[in-house]
Every structure is written in C-alpha cells, then in structure tokens.
C-alpha cells in the first residue's frame, strides 16, 4: 500500500527515527502504525516507542479540592490565547465548583448542571458566543479520600499538565504534592506492575525477545535479558518503581513509605492528549485575534 507522508511524519514523532527508516518501516508493516513502531524497535532503530508523539490541541486542566473530596478536570479552547482569557480561566473556574460540588459521574449529567441559572453546557455556549472560540468541557475525575489519606494537587506550566495524588496514612500534603510534580514530570502510565495487563506484557516480551535476538544473542540467554528489560520497561512505565525525581536513590514507593504513607492512585492530565489540532499559519491565528477584538 502506499504510505502518507503524514504517516511518515507521525513515526518519525512517535519513536525518533530517521524518514527513510520510517517509510522502510511502514511499507515493511503494511501501513500498520504499531506493527512499524515494533520493527524499529526490534532492528535496534528506535529504542522505544515515545508515547506522547501527539499534536496538542489548547486549553487548561484544573484542580480542586474540598475537604475529602477533589476533582480534576480539562477544559480545551481552539488557542492559547483564550486558554488565558480572564472569561475562560473564571468559567473553567465555575464548571469545577459546581461539578465538585454536585459529583456527576458522567459528562452529560456534568453538562446538565444548574451554573448560574443555567445549565453548564449553556454557560459554555454562552462563553463561545462572547469568547469567539470553540470550547468543551473534554473530561473530569473526582476523587473521594478516606481522613487518613492526603490528596496532593499540581498544576504545570498555567495547567497544561495537572496532576492529582492519593497517598494513604500521612497528612503532609507536601509529600503528595511532591510525588504530583514528579509525575508532571516523568508521565507514568500506571501505579504500579499489577495495572498492566497481561497483554501488554506479553507484546513487550515479545518485542524485547525479537530485539535481542537480532542483536545476536545466543537464544539460552535471551530469555534472561528479557526478565531484565521488561522490569526496566516496568520502572519506566509504573511509577512507584521510578526513581524519584528529587532524590534518585530512591524509588517513589520508597520514598512515599519512609514519610509512612503508600501511594494508592493518581490522574495525569495533559492539556490536549490524543487531540489532534489543525495546522493553521500562526501569522494568520495572530491576525483572527487581533480582528476578534
């Protein structure tokens, strides 16, 4: 089949690997995006496959927190410049009281909220009408805490990363907010080795089997470096067995165990993840501002 540019273009920012070795790979893959992820890999071209290869769209997270309660949540507008707009940051603002407050276990009873007199997906129509600019309420979590339990709540860079944590028997918030930057900054994918499925391991075995064979390993000792790689993959990808980013010596379980507390859950929210956002000429966006005011 013939392969897209765009393809080409989304591998090389998924994994880091040349253009030719991209279009090598894919055409090898039959246009499968994963399968050609995986023949890098495993031919030594890509030592892994970065996850978050993804265009961005804008917006804000935003964090609260309520005594035993506390929500995230994310709010996208089409540009950054809206994202900073007092009348967005005040609405995004009223959205979290109300769905904090209210605790809507779905998007469509969270629209359904009485904000003001009006419902929440009329406040956000109202502020599309006066703002110019597409804007949705994209998704929210809310965490309810037991009063041994402490809620760490960190918002990066003007809430385009939020995070939230749990940590249970201590009621030094600072510890769990330190454990919210450290995940800012590293994006675990899970808590800890019993949250990946078996069949994520059993496609990573099988990837780090294929890669060390064709780095010319006698096969009696594959089997001994794949242990070796997948629990490195597991210190990557689960956090508890990271090593915290404030003091290498030690893992996040650790650390989080000698303040005498135990890490028991935590949201990541990027502003944007998975969202794919139009390539307009920044020029172009500068001026539809400029007009729209």
Same mark, same amino acid.
């Given at each position: 089949m013939a392969i897209t540019a765009s393809q080409v273009k989304e591998l090389r920012s998924r994994t880091g690997a040349g253009m030719m070795d991209c @279009? *090598? !790979?894919?055409?090898? %893959?039959?246009?499968?995006?994963?399968?050609?992820?995986?023949?890098?890999?495993?031919?030594? =071209?890509?030592?892994?496959? @970065? *996850? !978050?290869?993804?265009? %961005?769209?804008?917006?804000?997270?935003?964090?609260?927190?309520?005594?035993?309660?506390?929500? =995230?949540?994310?709010?996208?507008?089409?540009t950054d410049f809206v994202a900073k707009n007092e009348k967005f940051t005040t609405l995004v603002k009223n959205i979290a009281e109300v769905i904090l407050k209210n605790e809507p276990k779905t998007l469509e009873e969270a629209l359904k909220l009485d904000i003001d007199g009006i419902t929440v997906e009329n406040a956000i129509n109202n502020a599309i009408a006066t703002i110019g600019e597409k804007l949705s309420l994209r998704r929210f979590e809310i965490i309810v805490k037991n009063d041994n339990a402490v809620f760490g709540l960190y918002s990066h860079m003007g809430g385009k990363i939020g995070v939230l944590t749990v940590i249970d028997g201590i009621d030094d918030a600072s510890v769990a907010k330190d454990v919210a930057m450290h995940i800012a900054a590293l994006n675990p994918k899970y808590l800890d080795e019993t949250q990946v499925s078996k069949e994520e391991l059993e496609h990573e075995k099988k990837v780090l089997s294929e890669q060390a064979l064709k780095e010319g390993k006698p096969a009696k000792i594959v089997e001994k470096m794949v242990v070796g790689r997948l629990n490195k993959y597991l210190e990557e990808i689960c956090v508890t067995k990271q090593k915290f980013v404030k003091d290498d010596s030690m893992t996040v379980e650790k650390f989080v165990a000698s303040k005498g507390g135990k890490l028991t859950k935590f949201v990541r929210y990027e502003v944007g993840e998975g969202i794919e956002k139009r390539e307009d000429n920044f020029a172009e966006e500068v001026m539809s501002q400029v007009k729209g005011n």
């Open positions: @279009k *090598k !790979a894919l055409t090898e %893959a039959n246009g499968n995006m994963e399968a050609a992820i995986d023949y890098l890999r495993e031919n030594g =071209i890509a030592k892994a496959a @970065k *996850k !978050a290869g993804r265009i %961005a769209a804008e917006g804000t997270t935003y964090l609260l927190c309520d005594n035993n309660k506390a929500l =995230i949540l994310e709010i996208n507008s089409e």
